[in-house]
Structure formats: structure tokens, C-alpha cells
């Protein structure tokens, strides 16, 4: 059985129960509200995104997400299972990756170990489970499990996997960091703004390669700056401002709504624009 | 050799003890604890076989496994306390465990032999069983470098919170760190005591810290092999340097301070610089054979593709125009590579 | 009462000794390790000159304050300003410099130790010479009444210079890069030099004091007075004058209480116990803020 097929045999039907549900999130530091009452639903085969400008509290929720922030108040459910008090490491055995806003490779290992580690946390997950697949993985050690091959085809870094981090393109390393996620063959994706610093031409490699993932089932959530590549990738946006989510729809209708245009450029700019 | 043996007998038991105790000290800082806490195990160890074979007459290796197990356990319990110490703070509270233990060497009286010591340590050991056991525990160091547990261990310390979400639990492994070092550090201790016969609380001080740091910075804190080079410059360097004669402190100074200063990875590093840099050289010149290979305009080296990723011409936003991307992807994923 | 004198007189020399590394660590991140180095070495450099000339106690107080600072100099130019430029961040910067200075400091232990065969070496040459006076009632050397004096005199400058200087730790605090504070009008390289150059007048100053007031000094005595200082330091608090200070005349009085109520074999324990207690109980010391410590 191919890893290609074992990503086919994770696709759930649509309409099938939620991936991840949050349920009147909130997180203060001290008086600041960074989120404050935040609830929504991610589905599997669906890709999610966060906008909103700079301190409306995408990260935060992030980070909530991940475990690295403590629950002020609210659930954080995972395939309807309370994941409030999980620790942060086990969330990758329960089928949770993740990608940093800065790249974060391992600058001493090549490429292939690199992406190796996400296949080594799926293998280690399974490993607990003692299914024959974990200890397959373990006997097998140093070789290149067939996720990593996978992983490097999708993200179109075949050739590369001799190269050190250093040695490549900023916008190669952050293809890096994702198939390291997507090594982990994860049910639920979270992508902190995987095209920071890229150009358009990596942006719609980027996009291309989170809609393909779509189609493989796989329940994505974006946070990114870039509105345009937030309407040509999401299937559902939510909007964000001071820590609460102000709508949330098909991309195009959010970024229409009143609310989110103030949140982003003000009330007077928008008065402005409707007076021409 | 056997006769090299004989003769030096002395240097290489020297040699695989501070070897281990070096390893005491990389083993965590290679998970990222800045703990020293292995000379203080070192002392423990040395102390505790001593003891047990000077005071209850155990057998060599009894006395190890007992000594190697109690310092295994106090750096556990060591580690559960001072875990979330981190940077300097923790390596400081490991020096002051390890000072605190020559006091108590001390203070420890008839036990301990107070500040004289302990002598006539006489115990069935011999330089083969140290042979074999050194080899063992540098197998299991060694072991830990490779493979899915190497990349996990080098995760750890690069970055704890990318360890965390691949799924990796660091206080475990930090924990584990203190353990390793402990047994490392009693195991180096308890068979140092048994060749030489005896230990003093000057053998343990702060004197220990530094030949296993220097060990470590010199020959490269992150490998074994480092650890390794390190354990047999600094045994044999003061009867090679004899040559030099009296100024031999001062050349071993500098030696350290020009590799803690511009060789923060020790000879080590250096090294596995030098191999990478054949192998990336042997990797292009493969490459250029095959005649694709092009530079980006960042200096990256691009590997053979097929053609520009976004499809027919590089259309700027996929979704807006063109064929349907994920479609494009798949298809070019599906063309046979050229080259690989 | 006499004891009292003793915390006093012993807390001195720690805090004198203390000084400079609270002041380069607090500031400009830097620990030091080759202070108990520059400590030792001013002093043996002012034996060696005596060895030559005879000099009263305030050309061998200076010549132990320029030696200690242009070792401090040279160390920070040589060895720290290397290492920083090299570390790929700040935490493996503060591993390095760590070890730089552990590395650094044999060189000069290594000079001595050749020159002296590892014994003591003394001040007596000097044309000034330790006398007790006697003040109400209590008896204290003129040596302790000058460290003692010169203590608490640096330590009030270097607080008050702290002070004045706020702008660059504000920025330094925030972490500011070089390059921004430069264009803010900071010199960070200028006020570091500065920095370790006051740090090692201090070291010698101390040095010297404490061979005149001991009688003698072992190319050694560095490394115990090393780890006391930190003791002090984190006791206090890092970044924090007045706990430095604080650390200082605590410890000294904790020791003077062993040594009076055993039989002085544990006293070498006190400091070491002192900083596991802090770190577990109160990581922060006790004049401690916050936000100067990084784990």
C-alpha cells in the first residue's frame, strides 16, 4: 500500500463530523484580550482561513490551538475529544501539524532528514499504538520512509534531498517546512503564513499545493496577510479584529462585509471610498 | 601493542575515563542542558565504588552497577528539580551540585576519609573489563546519534518548541539528559577509582569541570567522535608537550581558549565541515554531468525540473486563470523526472 | 559585635569582588568567567613589580586597577566581541562566552602557576603595612577599613553611573540590534569597552585588597571567589545594584555563622547551597525584576 492511498483512505465524507471545534475561546495576558470568545468549526477537505490586521489575534489563536497558550476560558474540541488539557507534544500523535511564520529547519540536516522528523512523529504515534506500520518504521530506522518520498513529490522537492537548508532559496526552505507537516500526514493543518516573504510565482505554488491537498481530504487553516491569496485558496474565511471574530463565509463575501473593510482600513477610509 | 600497552598503561585508562566524563558533559548539552552535573556524578561514582569496595568489600563490577545505578537515579531526581532551570541559571546550579559534593567528600569523615581521602582501593578490575565497558556506553552514546532518536535529540535542542509540535515530548528527553549524564559521569568515576586505587576531594573539584568542558570544546560537543578527540588530546598532550617543557600550562591554555573562541563546534566540526564540503562538491560535479542543474538568483542551487511550477507560463494566482492548479500539479508531478 | 565586623570586612571583599561581573552581566549580558583570572593576575602583577621597586598602597591599588582593566579590555576585544560577532543567537552567545572565559582565564592562571610553582605570593614588599586599629571598642585592620570603604564607595558610583546611563539599557533591555541603537545616537561597542574596563579595575582593585589583607595569595583563589560571586548575584538579583550588595553581606553573614557555630568545614557549602536554594525558590533573587531574566 502506497502512502499516496493511505492519504486517500484518511478523506472523509462531506459534511462529515468536525475536524476541530472551538468553543468560546478566549485568551488574556493580564488586562489585554488578545482572544477573547472565539467559536467556529473547521471540516475536514475544507481549507480555513484567519484574516485580519496586524494584533486582531490570529497567532494567539494559533498558538491556542497548538497548546503553547493557556485557555483563558472556553473547550478546544479535536474530532469531538476535549484537547484543553493535552500537552502540546502529544497533539502531533493525535494528528495536528503545523508550519512557523519563520522557517524553522534543522540547519545541520539535509533536506531529507528535515522532512524525515515529520515522518518520524507519525511513526512515533503509531509506535504507541503498536501497530505493525510503527514497527516496521523502527526497524527501518535511517532509511527514507515512504511519507518522506511523498511528501518531497507534492511539495516539488525531488533533487533537493542532499541539500542543506542554507543552501537553498528562502521560498525552497519554506516548501521544506511544509512537507516536513505534510510528512506527518496530519488531519488537520495549520499554516502560519506559509508565503511571508515569497513572490507571486511561490505564492501560487504555495496555493496550488494546498488545494491539492484539499482534494486529498485534508482540513487546512491559513493564517496570511495577503487577501488575494486568501480568496484564490480558502473555502471559508474568518475574519478577526481585536480578538473576536467580526464574520466568517465564502472568502469573497467576507472580504466584502462592512466590518471586515473598517478592521482593516478604518471607518473614515471606507466612508471615503463609498463617498466617490 | 602490547608492549605500548604496558607501557602506557596509565594514559589510557586516563584516556577512557575522561572520556566518558567528557561524555557526561556533551550527552546533555547535545539535547541543549547546559548541565555539568556529570562531574559531580563523577565524583559521586568515584566516592561510591571506593567505599563500597574499601568499606563492604564488593566486587569490582557489583560496585559498578550499584554506583552506576545510584548516579543514575540522583541525576533524575537531580533533573526533575532543576528542569525548568534553563542557560546559565542551570548550568551555575549544576556547578554548585558538583561543588556541594566535594564538600561533602569532606565532611564525610571516616566514610569519606575526610580531606585525605580514600586509599588502597584494591578491586578484581581490570583494564579489559574498562575497555569493554567504555565501549559499551560509547556504543549506546553513539547509538543515539543516528537515526530517528539523532534527528529527534538534535530537534530538542535546535528548537524545543518545533520539537513540541513534531510530536516530541522535550522534558522527557531533558530528563533523559540528566540520567545519561549521571550514569556516564558514576560510571567514569567508579572505574577511575577502582584502576587508580584512590580519590581525594581534590580529584573532584572544580578542576573536573574544566578538563571536561576543555575536553568538549576542543575536540566538538556534538558527536562522540568529538568527545573521543578530545579525551586523547588532553590525556596525551602533557607528555607530548614535555617537549615545550615548562610553558606547557600555557600552551594548553591558549589551545583552549583559540578553540572556545573560533572553533565553537571543536576539531569535530571542523571535520564534518570538510565532509560535507566534498560532499556537496561530489554532489554538483554529479549534477553538472547531468547538465541541468542552474543557479537561482539567490545563489540556490536549483535542482532538474521540468518546467516553471505554476504551469503554462507562470500564471500569477492559479485559481483566477489557467488550468485548475491542484490538476497541474499532479499532472506535472506524474511526468518522469529527468535526471533523478 | 566583633563578628558583626567580620560580615562586614568579608562582605566587602565579596562585594568588591562581585561588582564588576553584576555590572557586565546585568548590562551588557556578558558572565564573565575570567574575572577570578583578572582578580588574581593584577595582583600577581603588582608582586612582581614590587619584586623590583618598593611603592606605598596607592601605586599598587592603581597598578592593580590598570592591569585588571586592560586584561578586561583585551578579553572583551579578543575573545567576547569574537564569539558574539560569531553565535548565531543570544542564548548560544551567553554558552559560549561562558566557556570563552573558562578558556580564557587558564592563560593567565597558567603564567602564575609557572611563575610561583603553584605557591603563595604576597604584597609585603609594598612599603605599606597592615596594622590594626582599634575603633570604640572594635578591632579592624586599616586594610579591611579601606576595602570596606572602597566597597561601598564603587558600589554607590557604579549605581549612580548605572543610572545615569539608562538610556542604553532601556535600550539594550528591549533588545535593540547594534545597528539601530547605533542609529540612535548608542555606541553599544563604546559603552561595553567601557563597561569591562570598569569591571576589571574593580577585579584588580580587589585583588589587591584581599592579597594585602590575607598576606598572600594562591593563583588559585580565583575560582572559589568566582562561584561566590554568583551566589551574591543571584542572590540579589540580576540587574539589581542594590541586591548584589545585599547578596554579598548575606552570604558573608551566613558564612561567619557556620564558621562560628561548627567547626568551619561546611562554609565552602554556604554559597553553593545558597545559589541551588535561590534558583529553585526564587529564581528571579530577591531584588530580582522580572523581566531581566531569561530562561
Known amino acids: 500500500m502506497s502512502t ?7 478523506v472523509d465524507a462531506p459534511g462529515a463530523a468536525p475536524v476541530l471545534e472551538l468553543r468560546d475561546v478566549a485568551v488574556h495576558f493580564g488586562g489585554v484580550k488578545a482572544v477573547d470568545g472565539v467559536t467556529l468549526t473547521l471540516e475536514p477537505g475544507r481549507i480555513h482561513g484567519i484574516i485580519g490586521p496586524n494584533g486582531s489575534g490570529k497567532s494567539t489563536l494559533i498558538a491556542a490551538i497548538t497548546r503553547l497558550t493557556r485557555l483563558t476560558r472556553g473547550e478546544l474540541l479535536l474530532d469531538g475529544k476535549p484537547i484543553d488539557d493535552v500537552a502540546p507534544s502529544r497533539l502531533a500523535g493525535l494528528g495536528v501539524a503545523r508550519t512557523f511564520q519563520t522557517v524553522r529547519l534543522l540547519p545541520d540536516l539535509t533536506v531529507r532528514a528535515n522532512v524525515q522528523i515529520g515522518a518520524d512523529a507519525r511513526a512515533a504515534a503509531a509506535g504507541q499504538r503498536r501497530t505493525r506500520r510503527g514497527w516496521r518504521d523502527r526497524l527501518r530506522g535511517g532509511g527514507t520512509s515512504p511519507a518522506v518520498v511523498e511528501a518531497m513529490r507534492r511539495t516539488r522537492l525531488e533533487g533537493f534531498e542532499d541539500f542543506y537548508p542554507a543552501e537553498m532559496s528562502y521560498g525552497t526552505q519554506r516548501r521544506v517546512e511544509i512537507a516536513r507537516a505534510i510528512a506527518m500526514q496530519p488531519r488537520l493543518l495549520l499554516l502560519d503564513e506559509p508565503t511571508a516573504g515569497m513572490n507571486q510565482t511561490e505564492r501560487a505554488e504555495i496555493s496550488a499545493l494546498l488545494q491539492s491537498m484539499r482534494s486529498a481530504g485534508l482540513c487546512q487553516l491559513l493564517v496570511e496577510h495577503d487577501v488575494q491569496m486568501m480568496i484564490d485558496t480558502c473555502d471559508h474565511v474568518f475574519a478577526m479584529n481585536s480578538g473576536r471574530l467580526i464574520a466568517e463565509g465564502a472568502p469573497r463575501e467576507v472580504v466584502q462585509d462592512p466590518r471586515v473593510q473598517e478592521a482593516y482600513l478604518g471607518r473614515r477610509w471606507r466612508e471615503h471610498a463609498r463617498g466617490q | 601493542m602490547s608492549g605500548f600497552l604496558s607501557t602506557n598503561l596509565v594514559l589510557v585508562q586516563s584516556t577512557l575515563s575522561g572520556l566518558l566524563l567528557a561524555l557526561s558533559i556533551q550527552v546533555p548539552l547535545r539535547m541543549g542542558v547546559f548541565s555539568f552535573a556529570g562531574a559531580g556524578s563523577y565524583g559521586i561514582g568515584a566516592y561510591g565504588a571506593g567505599i563500597l569496595v574499601l568499606r563492604y568489600e564488593y566486587g569490582a563490577l557489583p560496585a559498578i552497577a550499584l554506583t552506576v545505578v545510584a548516579t543514575a537515579v540522583v541525576g533524575l531526581l537531580l533533573g526533575l528539580l532543576i528542569n525548568r532551570l534553563a542557560g546559565l541559571y542551570l548550568a551555575m546550579a549544576t556547578v554548585a551540585f558538583d561543588l556541594i559534593i566535594s564538600v561533602v567528600a569532606i565532611n564525610g569523615g571516616e566514610l569519606t576519609g575526610a580531606s585525605t581521602g580514600l586509599y588502597g582501593i584494591i578491586a578484581d578490575f581490570t583494564t579489559a573489563q574498562m575497555v569493554v565497558l567504555t565501549l559499551v556506553a560509547l556504543a549506546l552514546v553513539a547509538l543515539s546519534e543516528r537515526g530517528r532518536l539523532g534527528r ?16 516530541i515530548s522535550v522534558r522527557r528527553y531533558r530528563l533523559a539528559a540528566f540520567v545519561a549524564s549521571g550514569a556516564l559521569g558514576g560510571l567514569a568515576g567508579a572505574m577511575n577509582v577502582l584502576v587508580r586505587s584512590t580519590v581525594g576531594p581534590l580529584d573532584i573539584g572544580f578542576g573536573l569541570i574544566v578538563l571536561a568542558l576543555t575536553m568538549i570544546v ?123 | 559585635m566583633q563578628d558583626l565586623v567580620s560580615v562586614v570586612t568579608l562582605g566587602s571583599v565579596y562585594l568588591l569582588f562581585a561588582l564588576g561581573m553584576s555590572l557586565t552581566w546585568g548590562t551588557i549580558d556578558i558572565l564573565n568567567f575570567a574575572h577570578g583570572s583578572i582578580f588574581m593576575f593584577s595582583a600577581f602583577s603588582a608582586s612582581l613589580v614590587l619584586e623590583r621597586t618598593t611603592l606605598g598602597l ?238
Open chain 1, 4 to 10: 499516496a492511498a493511505a492519504h486517500t483512505d484518511r
Open chain 2, 152 to 167: 529527534r535529540v538534535e530537534t530538542v535542542r535546535e528548537d524545543p518548541e518545533l520539537a513540541a509540535s513534531m510530536g
Open chain 2, 218 to 340: 576542543v575536540g566538538g560537543s556534538r558527536s562522540w567522535v568529538g568527545a573521543v578527540i578530545g579525551a586523547v588530546i588532553f590525556t596525551w598532550l602533557p607528555d607530548l608537550l614535555a617537549v615545550i617543557g615548562e610553558w606547557q600550562e600555557l600552551v594548553y591554555g591558549v589551545i583552549v581558549a583559540v578553540a572556545a573562541i573560533y572553533l565553537p563546534r571543536g576539531i569535530h566540526g571542523v571535520l564534518a565541515d570538510g565532509v560535507r564540503w566534498v560532499q556537496r562538491k561530489r554532489r554538483d560535479r554529479r549534477a553538472a554531468a547531468a547538465g541541468v542543474v542552474e543557479e537561482d538568483e539567490d545563489g540556490g542551487v536549483r535542482p532538474p525540473e521540468g518546467e516553471d511550477l505554476t504551469g503554462e507560463g507562470g500564471v500569477p494566482l492559479p485559481a483566477r486563470a489557467g488550468p485548475d492548479p491542484a490538476h497541474a500539479l499532479d499532472q506535472l508531478a506524474a511526468r518522469p523526472q529527468a535526471g533523478s
Open chain 3, 58 to 295: 596607592l601605586p599598587v591599588l592603581l597598578i592593580g586597577a590598570a592591569v585588571g582593566a586592560l586584561m578586561s579590555l583585551l578579553i572583551q576585544v579578543v575573545a567576547f566581541e569574537q564569539i558574539i560577532k560569531r553565535a548565531r543567537d543570544r542564548r548560544t552567545a551567553e554558552m559560549q562566552i561562558l566557556i570563552g572565559g573558562i578558556g580564557v582565564a587558564i592563560i593567565p592562571l597558567a603564567i602564575a602557576q609557572h611563575h610561583t610553582q603553584s605557591n603563595p605570593f604576597g604584597l609585603s614588599a609594598s612599603s605599606f603595612s597592615v596594622e590594626s586599629i582599634s575603633l570604640g571598642g572594635l578591632r579592624i585592620t586599616n586594610v579591611a577599613a579601606l576595602t570596606v570603604l572602597l566597597a561601598v564607595a564603587l558600589w554607590a558610583a557604579a549605581a549612580l553611573w548605572l543610572r545615569r546611563s539608562r538610556q542604553g539599557l532601556a535600550l539594550r533591555s528591549i533588545g535593540v540590534d547594534a545597528q539601530t541603537a547605533a542609529l540612535m545616537g548608542v555606541d553599544r561597542r563604546r559603552l561595553a569597552l567601557v563597561t569591562m574596563a570598569v569591571a576589571g579595575a574593580t577585579a584588580g582593585l580587589s585583588g589587591i585588597l584581599f592579597t594585602f589583607s590575607l598576606g598572600a595569595m594562591t593563583p588559585e583563589s580565583g575560582d572559589t571567589l568566582l562561584v561566590k560571586a554568583f551566589a551574591c548575584i543571584v542572590l540579589g538579583g540580576v540587574g539589581s545594584m542594590l541586591g548584589v550588595a545585599f547578596g554579598a553581606y548575606a552570604l558573608a553573614a551566613a558564612e561567619v555563622l557556620i564558621l562560628t557555630q561548627t567547626n568551619g568545614s561546611w562554609v565552602e557549602a554556604v554559597s553553593f547551597g545558597l545559589i541551588f536554594l535561590v534558583l529553585l525558590v526564587r529564581p528571579a533573587g530577591v531584588f530580582g525584576r522580572k523581566e531581566v531574566r531569561r530562561t
